[in-house]
Structure formats: structure tokens, C-alpha cells
């Protein structure tokens, strides 16, 4: 990491470290090479196949024209599986450039935080107000900085080594006058929003834009998925080959819709109280309450690959929890939504994902270990000299 002062500002400029990237940039240049055939391949079937079916001409000589029916349930499949491959192959080769030809510059201005990042040969900048920045801290899962804005979390760079970035957290921090985390005031997600429910009070939803974009790409799905299912079902009616074809069309069909009307008349609401916080489902104008919680638990769990899951629990007086949010290797979300909801309402709120909690759990834990342990050599021995000849002589 190179840190210097500049006209503009403390400067910091982080490349890729260690030698292992070299390994993960092999592998995704070796799966990319496979990808480029298959998107080749999966691309000209499509345009040839689609400009046959449009025109009516045979897709090659001697062969017939194609039918309506086959080849629009051959063209969604395709559409759909080129559509999932291409975003995944996006995805490998900003990885690929990140390990091998990228650089994050990083300025700590009077007036808040710039990043210009580059990957490849693309650059991309981007520009944290200071009233927005909260904090900067660094996801050990990832090994990445990232700044806590009232806008939500930016990662900030993935870049150096860890030492360079707790030095990186520190000089910036200090250079921005970031105060420390636990002095920070409660600040509602971005990915929450409080608004006025059809009957008067407030409670709290996931942000309804994030719902609504959801509900405009679920329609892009369900329209032309029904029209495919309308040309086969035609189709079928004189040919009853086509009818399994008609019926997983028809049934994804309605699926899609059934997925548009749940985004777009459904969701889940949690009423805002004092002293407690109530769990309800809405349809339309009509709702349903199933919860009603009292207390507030942020947890941390493991799973078998090794990622650390941070959730955030509503408890009610009897034990039973209901889920609010659960991220994988970062709890500053969980941690915003529990800090913000204890104040709003009042209920208490414990988190055991502090490194208070973590080493008082990991004490318990070898407590617990030890005791065990114990018990078992006492019970082996207790068995050993019940035995003859391993009881005590007199």
C-alpha cells in the first residue's frame, strides 16, 4: 500500500497481494475459456433457431421447418439457461481482472471519501459524502474494508494485505474525525423503510423500490412465459405430443404470475409499538398478525462450509423467535436494524456478536468442554476399578 498526502487529500493506492490469487486467476481463466464456448454455441442456436422460426425457412439444408411448439419450449429453456450463463461468466471475468490487473485508490478529502476503482480496463469512482460516512471497518470472511454510510454498507477495497488494511482503517478514521462505533446514534438499514400503514400507524417493511424493481423483472418473466404457454397449449390442442410440453410451460406460467402478485399486493409488515413489536402479514388492504415479540437477539452461527451467518431474532415472552434479517460474514445490517428498533420501541436488545460476547461464549464453551471431560474420566475410572484385579488392594 502506498499512503501519502496529496493537494487533495491523504491518498492510498492498494494493489493485489500474495501469491495465491495467481492460482484462482488460473482456474477462472481455464472455466472462462469453457465459458466463451458454451456462450458461442448457446448464442447461435438462439439467432439461428429464432430467424427459422420467424421466417419459416428450414434451419439448415434438408431439413424441415421447424414447429411452433418444440421450438418455443427449446427457445425459453435456452433463454433462460443463456441468460444465467452470461451473468455468471460477467461475474468470473471481473474476478479474473480484480486478482490480476486492478488497483483501488482510495482519498480521505475535507468533505468526505473518494474511491476510484479499476478493473481491468474499466474504471469506476465514486464518491461518500462526509455527513454520510459512519464508520470503517474490515470483514474478515472476505478480506475487504468497508465504510458503514447512513446509505448502507460500501465495500471500499479488497485489495492489500490485512496489515495494510487496519493501517488503512486507522489513518483514514483519524483523518475523517470518524468517532468511534459505539458512539454512534441508531440509524434505520437502507434496506428498511418506515411507512404509514392503510390503517393508521407506522410500521416497518423492506424498501418498497428494491420490492417494486423485484415485482418489474418477475413481469418480464411472467409475460413472455405466458404467451409461450398460450402458442403451445394452441399447438397441443391438434397435437397431444405437445401436451407435457403445454403443461410445464402452463405451470411455469403460473408460477411467474403467482410470484408477480405476491411482490406486487403481498408483503410482510412488522407494526411498530412501544414495548413490543408485531409481526404481520398484508394482502391488498387486508391483514393477518401471527407474532408479537418482545425482546430483540442478534446470534451468530456457523455452517459446515465455514461462513459465519449474523441473525437478527424477534423473541416473544415465551422463547419462540421469528427472523428479521440474517447476513453471511457482516453484521453491520442485523446490528443497525436491532440498534435502530430497541430505540424506536424500546425492547431490550442483546447482541452476542460483540468480541465481549464472543470471548465470554468461547469461555462458557471451555468450561463446559473441561466439565465434561471431567465427568467422563471420572465415570472411566469409576468403571476401571469396578473391574477384578483393577480395584483398590487392601
Not at 459446515?304 to 427472523?323: A, E, N, T, V, Y
Not at 460476547?357 to 471431567?374: M, N, V
Request: glycine share 10%; net charge positive.
Amino acid at each position: 500500500m502506498k499512503l501519502e498526502r496529496t493537494m487533495a487529500g491523504l491518498e492510498a493506492r492498494l494493489t493485489p497481494r500474495g501469491a495465491g490469487r495467481f492460482g484462482g486467476a488460473a482456474f477462472l481463466g481455464l472455466w472462462l475459456c469453457f465459458w466463451a464456448v458454451g456462450e458461442f454455441f448457446a448464442l447461435w442456436i438462439l439467432i439461428a433457431g429464432g430467424w427459422a422460426w420467424a421466417t419459416g425457412q428450414p434451419p439448415g439444408p434438408g431439413r424441415a421447418p421447424l414447429e411452433t411448439g418444440p421450438a418455443l419450449m427449446t427457445g425459453v429453456f435456452l433463454l433462460g439457461w443463456t441468460a444465467f450463463w452470461t451473468f455468471g461468466g460477467l461475474m468470473a471475468w471481473h474476478e479474473f481482472f480484480r486478482l490480476i490487473w486492478s488497483s483501488d485508490r482510495l482519498i480521505a478529502r475535507s468533505d468526505g471519501l473518494d474511491l476510484v476503482r479499476r478493473v481491468g480496463p474499466f474504471t469506476k469512482r465514486r464518491f461518500l459524502p462526509l455527513d454520510t460516512l459512519r464508520s470503517l471497518f474490515r470483514v474478515e470472511a472476505n478480506t475487504a474494508v468497508q465504510a458503514e454510510t447512513t446509505g448502507g454498507v460500501v465495500e471500499l477495497t479488497r485489495n492489500g494485505t490485512p496489515a495494510q488494511q487496519a493501517e488503512l482503517i486507522v489513518a483514514f478514521a483519524a483523518e475523517l474525525r470518524l468517532p468511534p462505533a459505539d458512539r454512534l446514534p441508531p440509524v434505520l438499514p437502507a434496506e428498511w423503510c418506515e411507512v404509514r400503514a392503510p390503517e393508521g400507524g407506522e410500521v416497518l417493511v423492506q424498501n418498497p423500490a428494491t420490492r417494486r424493481s423485484a415485482a418489474r423483472l418477475m413481469w418480464l418473466v411472467a409475460l413472455p412465459l405466458t404467451w409461450a404457454a398460450l402458442m403451445v397449449g394452441r399447438e397441443a390442442w391438434d397435437n397431444l405430443n405437445l401436451g407435457a410440453a403445454a403443461a410445464i410451460l402452463a405451470a411455469l406460467a403460473g408460477l411467474a404470475i403467482w410470484g408477480v402478485v405476491r411482490l406486487t399486493w403481498a408483503r410482510t409488515e412488522w407494526r411498530l409499538e412501544q414495548g413490543c413489536v408485531v409481526r404481520q402479514k398484508r394482502f391488498g388492504l387486508g391483514r393477518t398478525e401471527n407474532f408479537v415479540g418482545t425482546a430483540l437477539l442478534l446470534g451468530e452461527t456457523t455452517d459446515s462450509d465455514g461462513d459465519r451467518w449474523f441473525r437478527l431474532d424477534l423473541r416473544d415472552k415465551g422463547g419462540k423467535s421469528h427472523k428479521l434479517v440474517q447476513h453471511i460474514n457482516d453484521p453491520t445490517e442485523p446490528r443497525q436494524l436491532g440498534r435502530w428498533l430497541a430505540a424506536r420501541t424500546g425492547l431490550p436488545f442483546e447482541d452476542r456478536t460483540t468480541a465481549e460476547q464472543l470471548a465470554r461464549a468461547e469461555a462458557e464453551r471451555a468450561e463446559l468442554q473441561a466439565e465434561q471431560l471431567r465427568y467422563l474420566r471420572e465415570t472411566w475410572s469409576s468403571w476401571l476399578r469396578s473391574l477384578p484385579g483393577f480395584g483398590r488392594r487392601e
